[in-house]
């Protein structure tokens, strides 16, 4: 937006862990003291106040700040198994609510 002249519209990334919504049900998370499922009423507040500071970025939670330069450095496949032992396989335990009907006809 800034190349287009635009100075008015300010843009907040947000960047959240796993958030404990139905989208998450039944995920249980390896390292809960280090990266525990979001409260969603916390992450939405923690929303607001970044856009209302108009920050460029919010990563949530704030632990997560410490690792992003050592995850960047690492080749791709030991950022795989470090993902892997910090719980970044936590989809293996979700629990489909409903039915999805993509790609049915």
Known sequence: LEYMGIKHVKITTIFPHFTDTGLVNGATVKLPALFPLLDPVWVADQIITATREE?????????????????????CEVFRRFGKLMGNDLMKTFKQTRKHNIGDE
């Open 55 to 75: 920050r460029n970025e919010l990563i949530l939670p704030r632990a997560t700040n410490y690792f992003i330069l050592f995850i960047y450095l690492m080749p």
